[in-house]
Each structure stands twice: as C-alpha cells, then as structure tokens.
C-alpha cells in the first residue's frame, strides 16, 4: 500500500520539531494528528501565520475516527501509537512525500529513530520531487496547479497529503 503524506513541522533546522501529520493511502484511508508538545519557542511568525493558524482539530479532541478517517489530538507518543495502529491495517507500506528530507527524519524520530518504525513499512522513503525529475516534469512545479486543485491553498498536513497522491496518480497515469 502507498501512502501519501506530509508532516508541517517548527522550522527548516536541525532541532524542528513535529506540529502535525497528515496521511491519505492510495485506496483513500485518512490519518491526520495535531501534536500538542511540539516546542513552541521555535514557533516563529511564518509558522504562526502558515501552520498554527491552519491547525484544525479542537483543543479537547484526542481520537475521532469514522468512515475510513482517523483524526488525533495529543502529545507524540499518544500521536505514535495511533500512527502505528493506523499503518498497521496493511502488510506492507511505501511511505510518499512530496520533498522528503525532514518529513522522513521526523516520522523516524516520531518513532525513536529509524531502525524502530513499524515494521511492515518499507525502510526506503519515496518523493514526488524525485519522481517529477525522473519523468522530465519540473520538480519545482507548483503541486496545486499540476494536481489541478487550485484556489484557497490550505498549508495543512492532510491537505498536503491529498494533493501529493493527487500529484503521484497524475505522474503515473
């Protein structure tokens, strides 16, 4: 199973930290999670204007799951569990993102590094940046335009998610 995700995180740095995660399979399976104990210091006025303001779930949600969507509220080891439980529907999982150099370092740190991600998840990440170069597609595109959902842009890890396996399915149809 593909799974297409994407993470929004407290800045482009070595000590960032989570803030969300959205995740959509390839047969429309929904994961998305707010965490609660990123570090707030690093937060600084982009974050707040591009990412905090586009966080969604209520302050007093933990777990909401219904009709193939899971959607969790908590800190990241309330966040890991149901992550874990959530990938674990498939026996085998390619994680796709759309540049994945800390979305990946953040999903293995979520589970305390890279040799203890779920185990039927394919230790070798993939990216749409990666796969628009290999197929002469600009890896620079706009992804709403080329997955052809234009309008009020939504800096959101689920919206995210959604247009990157809109993006996958429009690149290998």
């Excluded at 890896?139 to 247009?163: C, I, K, T």
């Amino acid at each position: 199973m593909r799974v297409f995700w994407d993470c929004e995180f407290t800045g482009l740095h070595q000590k960032t930290t989570l803030i969300s995660i959205g995740c959509v399979s390839e047969d429309g399976e929904q994961f998305y999670a707010e965490l609660t104990d990123y570090d707030q210091s690093q937060v600084d006025e982009w974050i707040k204007r591009n990412v905090i303001t586009q966080l969604v779930l209520p302050d007093d949600l933990n777990v909401q799951a219904s009709e193939g969507k899971v959607a969790i509220r908590g800190e990241r080891a309330f966040v890991r569990k149901h992550l874990e439980m959530w990938l674990t529907q498939w026996p085998a999982v390619e994680m796709w993102s759309d540049c994945l150099a800390y979305d990946w370092v953040l999903f293995c740190d979520l589970f305390g590094g890279a040799l203890k991600i779920p185990g039927n998840v394919y230790y070798i990440p993939f990216d749409l940046a990666t796969l628009f170069k290999v197929k002469g597609i600009d890896p620079d595109v706009s992804r709403s335009s080329f997955a052809l959902m234009e309008g009020d842009y939504v800096h959101n890890a689920l919206w995210d998610a959604q247009m990157i396996r809109v993006c996958y399915e429009r690149v290998i149809a």
